[in-house]
């Protein structure tokens, strides 16, 4: 069954079985706006976080070893060392 979308003159929506399928039909100019890009997390808030999620390991060999590798991964940077001449 095929039928052309009344608001939309530039769409064609066909429907297959279980499924729907959307067609641009002719030159239509499309844009894509919506949400703006999400900030990435700073190395302390990500390490805030995995400590967090570390807590929650009830053995204390398991969190500790957690709370080691969150630590080396989110730790601070560490500087690099002037070459001799």
Excluded: H, W, Y
């Excluded at 095929?2 to 399928?21: H, I, T």
């Excluded at 703006?36 to 398991?62: I, R, S």
């Amino acid at each position: 069954m095929v039928s052309s979308s009344p608001a939309f003159p530039n769409l064609e929506v066909v429907l297959q079985g279980s499924g729907v399928e959307v067609i641009l039909v002719g030159d239509t100019d499309v844009s894509v706006t919506g949400c703006a890009k999400v900030k990435a997390l700073t190395n302390a808030q990500n390490l805030k976080k995995a400590l967090k999620a570390c807590k929650k390991d009830k053995k204390k060999g398991k969190r500790q070893s957690c709370e080691k590798v969150a630590r080396k991964k989110f730790g601070p940077v560490a500087k690099k060392k002037k070459k001799k001449k």
